[in-house]
């Protein structure tokens, strides 16, 4: 059981499209965090809110915006995506953003683009 | 930033020990020593993490070398649910100035034969 929920599981989407992914934790996790796996890198740190604020953005391109309107759930905003952007994004939470806590993953939302 | 080195992938046998190594020769005194593992179409798991004691919890122990620059996360008795991709990832405390996520590298992929 993962404690970290993320919705859709599946995604396929036209580049002109727009969607959300959700993330839900009810772990009382101060801290959550976007990730992106792709098939042939390692996983690569997208954002990370601290009770609701943005505190990190790894030059994510524009067309990805998180959104944490509690310390909850977590958005990732997509539109006007690229073939390249096709992968899993994981989300997870920790008590705190420090990296000594663990980190509790969902299971991805898997993003195809066509 | 610290980097780590793991082998690529390595087998055990169902019901053995396994020990599975990683070297990080530019570890810093402040960087914790991280592992998680991914099962096939999850998001990655929290294992263990420490500092310079070795530490033990239900799912494993790390063994952290005295100069800190290798650790070895071990497994007591691999049964076949273990078959994972398994990450040593390198983690700075806090300082204030900003956060950080976690930074996966391409981990080891461990095989259980049966």
């Known amino acids: 059981e993962t404690g970290v929920t993320q919705t859709p599981r599946h995604l396929v989407m036209g580049m002109t499209n727009k969607k959300s992914l959700k993330c839900e934790q009810h772990l009382g996790h101060n801290a959550m965090y976007w990730y992106k796996q792709s098939a042939k890198k390692p996983l690569e740190l997208m954002f990370v809110y601290s009770l609701e604020e943005r505190v990190e953005n790894n030059s994510v391109p524009s067309r990805f915006s998180p959104e944490c309107p509690n310390s909850s759930h977590l958005f990732l905003h997509l539109h006007t995506l690229q073939p390249e952007d096709s992968a899993l994004y994981l989300c997870?939470?920790?008590?705190?953003?420090?990296?000594?806590?663990?980190?509790?993953f969902g299971d991805g939302t898997r993003l195809s683009i066509l | 930033d610290a980097k780590t080195t793991q082998p690529n992938s390595m087998e055990s046998n169902e019901e053995e020990p396994v020990h599975l190594p990683c070297n990080h020769s530019?570890?810093?005194?402040?960087?914790?020593i991280h592992w998680y593992r991914q099962l096939p179409s999850q998001g990655p798991e929290y294992v263990i993490h420490g500092l310079t004691s070795n530490v033990n919890n239900r799912m494993a122990s790390l063994a952290i070398a005295e100069d800190r620059k290798s650790s070895t996360l071990i497994l007591h008795r691999a049964t076949l649910r273990d078959a994972a991709v398994y990450y040593c990832i390198l983690g700075l405390m806090y300082s204030g100035g900003g956060a950080d996520g976690l930074t996966f590298g391409k981990g080891t992929h461990l095989i259980i034969q049966p």
């Open positions: 530019t570890i810093s005194g402040t960087d914790y």
């Open positions: 997870a939470s920790s008590q705190d953003f420090l990296v000594n806590q663990p980190q509790h």
